[in-house]
Structures are given as C-alpha cells and as structure tokens.
C-alpha cells in the first residue's frame, strides 16, 4: 500500500496541490449549476419539462443540458456553459486562417495575448445574445405554465437574465482557465467532463425505472453495455496509436565540439485532433440550434430551421458529421502545420530518410491526410452512436447520449490526458506511475 500510485498521488505536494485546486474549483462549477438565475419558479419550470415539453423540445433541452451538465433545464446561473467561449474560439481561429492580416498579427509578439483577449470580448457579445433568446424562450415557456416567470415587470425580468446568464458563462470561462493554468488537465474541457459525469445518476436512475415499468427490455440493455465497453476499448486503443516519422541529423561541429548525429521520430496519433472535432461540431451547432428554438414562436422560418436541426433529425446529423471530419482537417493544419514542422526539420538539419529534403512538406501532408480521414469518420462514426441506440433500443435521449458518440469520447479522451499528466508528475518526482508500463503509444 505504501507504494501504491493513488498514494504516491498525495505524497507529492506539487501533485497534490493541483489535485485539490481542481476538485475545489469542480466543485464551485457544479454549486453553480443548480443555482437557478433571479425570477424563476423552480417547482413550475420542472413540472413543464416533466409534462408539457413536447418531443422536440425535450431532445433540444437535453441536447443543451449535455454539455452544462443539467444546468439548462434549470435556468441556472452556468446554464450557456463554456460553450459559447468555444464557439467564439472557432469564429476566430476560422478568421485567422481567412485573413492574413489577422494572422500576422497573432504571430508578432504577444499576438495570442491579443487573440485571448479577441475570444473573451466576442464571447461577451455571443452570450449577450444568446441570453436574450433564453428570455424569449422563457415567455414561451410562461405562457404555457403561467407563473414559471415570478416578476411581473418583463424589461426587469429580461435584463437581469441576461446579465446573470452572461456573467456567469463569463465566470465559468474563468474558473476553467484557472483549472488550466493551476489544476490539473485543461480547464474548459474538465467542465465538459464534469457535467456529463454528473448527469450519470440520473440517467441510470432514469434507466432503472423504465426497466420497471417495461418500457425498455432489460436484453437491450445488456447488449447496450456490451457495446459500450465495446466501444471504450476501441477509444483507448485508437487513442494510443501513433504513425512515427523517423528523422535524422546530421552530424555538425560547432567549435570543438560535434552535434547531431541522432535519430529521432515525430509522432502523429492516428486521430491527431483528439475530441477537438466533436467539441467543434457540438459547439457549432448549439448556436443555430438554441436560436431557432428559442425564436421559432417570432418567425416561421426559424420554426421550420428548428425542426431542421432536431438533434434526433437526419438532417442535424448529416451537418454534424459534415462538421467533424471539417474540424479534424482545420484543428489538424493548425496544431500541426506541415509547412512549420518541415521548416523546423530543414532548419535544424534534418532529413527524413527516404524523401528528398525539399519534398519533406509534402509527404508529411501526404501521411497527416491518410490519418485525418480515417480517423474523422471513425469519430463520426460514434457520434452518431447515441441516435442509433435512442431509435434501435427505444432509449430516453439522456441516456443514450451517456451512453456512446460525445459524451463517451469527451469521457475517455479527457481521462487519458489528465492521467498522463498525474503520470508525467509521478516520474518527475521519481514515483511510479499509475500503471506499471506507464502509457505508451503503439507505433504503426
């Protein structure tokens, strides 16, 4: 026991330091999950999405409740999540790439300071907006459940929902980078992570009580589970591997002394985007998709774009596919840049045996776009999971989105770099790690 990894955990104070300023800053993100914003009766707003949310309505708030983490349902004060801060990251890292201007910028000195800067000003704006469409759907809400609004003067109801909304999207953004920057893992993706972990009991209570009442044969959940462990094996093992490019430089003499002469690799994961893709695709969609909900009752045309994008819709689910193998080519070209990496290469003398050393570029891309594709549709593929199983298996939507596509990536690619970072620690402070061979990529 006095060896144990989990032990070693807390033996570290740096370690253990980061473990509990994570675990306190979760635990403020989830307090403020449930405080619902000023003006809302809690017990009415329950009994409509209990009784009177039609179909549609029940998938679109589940759909948002996935990444808050059951925030949505009830008008809390972290309801928008960190979603509109990922969406607004996308709209600039889609203009960096449009506009060169805009990209020389982000290169000179202290350029990301500016972008970060960029992201937190246009999220401001899009939770502003975002937030007025919460009280829009509010009023719809209250004509059907009269009283779910408490104040009786609309102006004052609307302008505190929006600054509380706001603010408090705002300060889960914060308390995100504080977990980035102090605790352990990355900060936005952490709460992601959390919310869907805290909506597990529910959806197993929920799960347990449709067995009871017959709703669902207890045959289909036992291959559901099947299925899923299936598919946590085949995340971890994707996850794992690696394409190596071998490079070698050349031996050079700098003074009286000789450098160079080695062998190394760049590593590329057959999925090089990780989840980045899916969070993309999730976040980009959630816009449109809150927006012609919330408005459909002001014009037709947003009623006929809501129905459109019906999480259980064919059409939501081409676009989303559509967007996450877009997502893994974009997120990939930026992250990991031929051009840099071939530049980089040249500059430090080295060659990649085999390939001409002014072809270097092209066969880096050439390997990037053999990984991209499959590796896209292969998270495409599971994405579509939880629609499959809500159809085959008659599944409540807040199950199956438990149960496989995002939520079971977002699960396991987050748990795979939180403990390769406790890993990296470990080591650091000469303490085994949490496995005995560590986590080592497979070479393909």
């Known amino acids: 026991m006095a060896n144990s990894p989990v032990v070693n955990m807390f033996k570290v104070k740096e370690l253990r330091a980061k473990l509990f300023f994570t675990l306190i ?18 017990a009415l707003l329950k009994q409509y999405f209990e009784s009177f949310a039609t179909e549609a309505e029940g998938a679109f708030a589940s759909y948002m409740d996935f990444f808050a983490g059951g925030a949505f349902e009830r008008f809390s004060v972290f309801m928008l999540g960190v979603m509109p801060y990922i969406s607004t990251q996308i709209i600039l890292q889609l203009a960096l790439v449009i506009f060169p201007g805009l990209k020389r910028i982000a290169q000179e000195d202290g350029g990301q300071q500016r972008v970060q800067a960029w992201t937190r000003v246009g999220t401001i ?8 469409a919460i009280t829009v759907y509010a009023s719809t809400i209250n004509q059907q459940v009269p009283g779910t609004i408490i104040f009786d003067n609309k102006v004052y109801f609307n302008l505190l929902a929006i600054l509380t909304v ?4 705002m300060v889960t953004v914060w308390i995100g980078n504080q977990i980035t920057a102090h605790g352990i893992g990355n900060g936005i993706s952490m709460l992601i992570f959390a919310g869907i972990v805290a909506r597990l009991p529910s959806a197993v209570y929920e799960l347990v009580k449709s067995v009871q009442r017959g709703d669902i044969n ?9 299925v899923f462990l299936a598919i946590i094996g085949f995340v971890v093992f994707e996850q794992s591997g690696e394409r190596k490019i071998p490079v070698h430089y050349a031996k050079r003499v700098v003074g009286r002394k000789m450098y ?14 990780g989840v980045i893709p899916i969070i993309f695709a999730s976040a980009f969609l959630t816009f449109p998709l809150q927006i012609a909900n919330s408005l459909q009752t002001k014009a037709t045309w947003l009623s006929k774009v809501a129905t459109a994008l019906n999480p259980l819709g064919i059409w939501y689910n081409i676009i989303e596919v559509l967007l996450i193998v877009f997502f893994a080519y974009f997120y990939t070209q930026v992250t990991l840049n031929p051009t840099e990496i071939a530049k980089n290469i040249r500059e430090n003398g080295g060659s990649i045996p085999g390939i001409r050393t002014d072809k270097t570029e092209e066969y ?5 776009n053999r990984l991209i594709l499959p590796g896209s549709l292969y998270l495409a593929a599971i994405a579509l999971l939880p629609t499959l199983i809500q ?9 199956s989105m438990l149960m496989g596509g995002t939520s079971l990536l977002i699960l396991v690619g987050v748990d ?7 890993e990296a620690l470990l080591k650091m402070h000469h303490h085994d790690g949490l496995t005995k061979r560590g986590f080592k990529s497979r070479n393909l």
């Open 218 to 226: 207890v045959v289909f959940i036992v291959v559901a589970v099947f």
């Open 166 to 169: 706001t603010t408090g999207s």
């Open 125 to 132: 704006f899009v939770c502003l907006f975002q937030s007025m």
């Open 260 to 273: 160079g002469g080695q062998t190394t690799y760049i590593p590329f994961k057959i999925n090089p985007s």
């Open 391 to 399: 159809i085959v298996f008659k599944f409540p939507q807040s199950i």
């Open 364 to 368: 880096l891309q050439k390997v990037l």
């Open 416 to 422: 795979i770099d939180t403990m390769s970072q406790v």
């Open 25 to 42: 800053i979760l635990a403020i993100f989830r307090l403020g999950s449930i405080l619902t914003i000023p003006g809302i009766n809690v």
